[in-house]
């Protein structure tokens, strides 16, 4: 075999090497439960979605585990989501409508039920594991 068809073929098989990884999905972290899905759908989803979501938090599945370890727009010193420290993570300070807390509680209207709000704490609890 002559250097130029070792190294054509060599290219060949890096090129379907390179298609091949484009196939496999990216990790964006954590698989997110069903029922904490089902929370920010049924309640957040309908704000933060889209190229611009607001503070820039998008809460779809795909989406919802980049908030995981990310500082918050309103509070650059909390983080988001908090792994394992409920009391820390500044997503569910503003569903537990706590005060002291910077901007507008959430969900605007209507707060999040009791055992909605659990989900979300099991939740980032597990996250620590």
């Known amino acids: 075999m002559t250097k130029t068809a070792v190294l054509v073929l060599g290219l060949w098989g890096l090129a ?5 990884l484009a196939l496999v999905p990216a990790q964006a972290g954590p698989d997110i439960p ?8 049924q309640h957040c989803v309908r704000c933060h979605t889209g190229p611009k979501p607001p503070k820039g938090l998008s809460l779809i ?4 585990a980049s908030a995981i370890g990310t ?3 309103e509070v650059p010193t909390m983080k988001l989501i908090e792994p394992g420290a409920i009391d820390a ?4 300070k503003k569903v537990r ?10 969900p ?3 707060a999040l039920a009791p055992e ?4 979300l704490e099991d939740w980032v609890a597990g996250l620590a594991k």
Request: net charge positive.
């Open 61 to 64: 599945p795909g989406k919802i």
């Open 89 to 92: 993570s500044y997503l569910l």
């Open 116 to 119: 909605e709000i659990r989900v």
């Open 71 to 73: 500082p918050g727009a």
């Open 16 to 20: 379907g090497a390179a298609a091949a």
């Open 97 to 106: 409508r706590e005060e002291g807390v910077a901007g507008k509680p959430m």
């Open 108 to 110: 605007p209207g209507r």
């Open 34 to 41: 069903a029922d904490v899905q089902k929370v920010f759908k």
